[in-house]
């Protein structure tokens, strides 16, 4: 098993594994500090790709726009079938297609595109419940679609 310095994989994992995340199962890890997605099966990183987080840190709180903490599964994904770089507003597919880069180019537009992935919070008080529940604040993962609807997500700082 794979156990970077930096990312705590074994332990995260043990708590996946209290959710229900199986042998042979995607899982995918956020890591905030790093601003990077890790795919991963049988306790081995498999893919690594960068993300880029909420600009106003960390925050369970509803109307905070912040990044919730802890495990969560994928409730929901939306747009299945849409093209590469599809952009979404309010959940529904425009019709409109970005310009994908991938290089460190910054296009000036916080597009939602190509696929979403609607996250449920699992953790009571941390981000599921009143008033910090991650499935009602509409927390998701975009642009990315090698996953199923039940995978796993845990998301640390």
């Known amino acids: 098993m794979c156990d970077s310095g930096v990312l ?5 994992l043990k708590k996946l594994k209290k959710f229900g995340l199986k042998s042979h199962e995607l899982a995918i890890i ?3 500090s790093e601003q990077k997605l890790y795919l991963v099966r049988d306790g ?5 790709y960068p993300v880029s987080t909420s600009k106003y840190g960390v925050g369970n709180q509803k109307g905070s726009h912040r990044t919730p903490l802890g495990t969560h599964r994928i409730f929901k994904k939306i747009g299945e079938g849409a093209k590469i770089g599809a952009i979404f507003e309010h959940g529904i597919d425009t019709g409109r297609v970005a310009t994908i880069h ?3 180019t910054e296009s000036g537009e916080d597009l939602i595109t ?7 919070g699992l953790e009571p008080g941390i981000n599921r419940g009143e ?3 991650s499935r009602d ?5 975009h642009g990315f679609n090698l996953v ?3 995978t796993l997500v845990e998301i640390v700082e």
């Open 102 to 104: 991938t290089d460190e």
């Open 44 to 48: 081995e990183i498999i893919k690594t």
């Open 131 to 133: 008033g910090i529940d």
């Open 114 to 120: 190509t696929r979403i992935m609607w996250l449920e």
């Open 8 to 12: 705590p994989l074994r332990r995260i």
């Open 148 to 150: 199923k609807e039940g």
């Open 30 to 32: 956020v890591k905030i």
């Open 137 to 141: 604040r509409h927390i998701y993962i």
